[in-house]
T-cell receptor, first 113, second 110 residues
Framework: NAGVTQTPKFQVLKTGQSMTLQCAQDMNHNSMYWYRQDPGMGLRLIYYSASEGTTDKGEVPNGYNVSRLNKREFSLRLESAAPSQTSVYFC????????????FGEGSRLTVL | KQEVTQIPAALSVPEGENLVLNCSFTDSAIYNLQWFRQDPGKGLTSLLLIQSSQREQTSGRLNASLDKSSGRSTLYIAASQPGDSATYLCAPNRDDKIIFGKGTRLHILP
């Protein structure tokens, strides 16, 4: 019962470095999401993909790019990391927005020095 | 834009008490609403999904109600236990831009 799997779980970067967070789901879900969670700010949507081949901006997309590689995988890329991107990142998926129970991964904790 | 408010922000109660967590939202044109719990350092775990056509949904000691027209949902926890200590979040679902409340941090005192 893998569900939603995120890698890596922890990462430390220096300012200006790039990295990609990987997310994969094995539930045949159409929609996938990337959130960040910061103390006092709650969960904020970065990008989402309503179906394979589509991606859209959420509330806080600046500084990020995404790729929906196939139906299972949705990656989040930081091209030039900044300290403000220090956060916990969560990937989530569901069948579709009008039916959907949302399932989350365990999170990826990113620190940018 | 949907705004979601959860009251109270934090709550401490003795073990065994029944309690109610509140969630209000500004845009009532939702398809469903989901309640989650989050343990420290962990991801979100789905507790209940209540469809817009439903008034209530139950799972064990948990009962969620939804009053879509007034933009409110409550999560009732019966006979609370120390293991219920966590942060509880609600997410009303209108479209793909799911907006979460900031949660209620619950502490059950043994």
């Amino acid at each position: 019962n893998a569900g939603v799997t995120q890698t890596p779980k922890f990462q430390v970067l220096k300012t200006g470095q790039s990295m990609t967070l990987q997310c994969a789901q094995d539930m045949n879900h159409n929609s996938m999401y990337w959130y960040r969670q910061d103390p006092g700010m709650g969960l904020r949507l970065i990008y989402y993909s309503a179906s394979e081949g589509t991606t859209d901006k959420g509330e806080v997309p600046n500084g990020y790019n995404v790729s929906r590689l196939n139906k299972r995988e949705f990656s989040l890329r930081l091209e030039s990391a900044a300290p403000s991107q220090t956060s916990v990142y969560f990937c989530a998926s569901r069948t579709s927005f009008y039916t959907g129970e949302l399932f989350f991964g365990e999170g990826s904790r990113l620190t940018v020095l | 834009k949907q705004e979601v408010t959860q009251i109270p922000a934090a709550l401490s109660v003795p073990e065994g008490e029944n309690l109610v967590l509140n969630c209000s939202f500004t845009d009532s044109a939702i398809y469903n609403l989901q309640w989650f719990r989050q343990d420290p350092g962990k991801g979100l775990t789905s507790l209940l999904l209540i469809q817009s056509s439903q008034r209530e949904q139950t799972s064990g000691r948990l009962n969620a109600s939804l009053d879509k027209s007034s933009g409110r949902s409550t999560l009732y926890i019966a006979a609370s236990q120390p293991g219920d200590s966590a942060t509880y979040l609600c997410a009303p679902n209108r479209d793909d831009k799911i907006i979460f409340g900031k949660g209620t941090r619950l502490h059950i005192l043994p």
